[in-house]
T-cell receptor, first 116, second 113 residues
Framework: EAGVTQFPSHSVIEKGQTVTLRCDPI?????LYWYRRVMGKEIKFLLH????????ESGMPNNRFLAERTGGTYSTLKVQPAELEDSGVYFC??????????????FGPGTRLTVL | AQSVSQHNHHVILSEAASLELGCNYS??????LFWYVQYPGQHLQLLLK??????LVKGIKGFEAEFIKSKFSFNLRKPSVQWSDTAEYFC???????????FGTGTRLQVFP
């Protein structure tokens, strides 16, 4: 069974540019989560999809971040325009129906974003 | 707001030494507790979890953790570490009314042969 995949693995962009990160969850997993780890800090929750609906987006830093999950399969996270403080590793995770309280979250390898 | 504290940021041990990594959380209600591990170049993966029942939880690769409710702690232990345990370890908590993991800052463990 394929795990959670993320693309790209690394992205280096200049301040003001746009970047789109993609996450493909494990097939059949209704729950999809985005997290971010800024260097030296904790991994922080960004948002949670259940199928195509945003269940919780309380962790999204500001309106420069836009997450979508059309059709309830893969998800994209767009940062527009990118700022220096957006640099970090963006993780995606998925779990089966029922949410993390009952099912393990499986993580992808992360996308390392560097904004210059 | 819920938070998780990991007091050891970087731990260096020799093989066969015993390990204990501290984790404290701040939340008064019912929680689920996790330890995740990230080996060099690999994904975050679940090491062990506590949902209910026996507060001493056994995970993969000989790791265990003890939930002490009165101390809001969930410390990770291993009696004898191996070089292959070199990794970063993250404690995390989820409360019943949310689905999001709240992580600590992580502990980098280096084990020397």
């Amino acid at each position: 069974e394929a795990g959670v995949t993320q693309f790209p693995s690394h992205s280096v962009i200049e301040k003001g540019q746009t970047v789109t990160l993609r996450c493909d969850p494990i097939s059949g997993h209704d729950n999809l989560y985005w997290y971010r780890r800024v260097m030296g800090k904790e991994i922080k929750f960004l948002l949670h999809f259940v199928k195509e609906s945003k269940q919780d987006e309380s962790g999204m830093p500001n309106n420069r971040f836009l997450a979508e999950r059309t059709g309830g399969t893969y998800s994209t996270l767009k940062v527009q325009p990118a700022e220096l403080e957006d640099s970090g590793v963006y993780f995606c995770a998925s779990s089966q129906e029922g949410g993390v309280s009952y099912n393990e979250q499986f993580f992808g390898p992360g996308t390392r974003l560097t904004v210059l | 707001a819920q938070s998780v504290s990991q007091h050891n940021h970087h731990v260096i041990l020799s093989e066969a030494a015993s390990l204990e990594l501290g984790c404290n959380y701040s939340y008064g209600g019912t929680v689920n507790l996790f330890w995740y591990v990230q080996y060099p170049g690999q994904h975050l993966q679940l090491l062990l979890k506590y949902f209910s029942g026996d507060p001493l939880v056994k995970g993969i690769k000989g790791f265990e953790a003890e939930f002490i409710k009165s101390k809001f702690s969930f410390n990770l232990r291993k009696p004898s570490v191996q070089w292959s345990d070199t990794a970063e370890y993250f404690c995390a908590v989820v409360s019943y009314n949310t689905d999001k993991l709240i992580f600590g800052t992580g502990t980098r463990l280096q084990v020397f042969p």
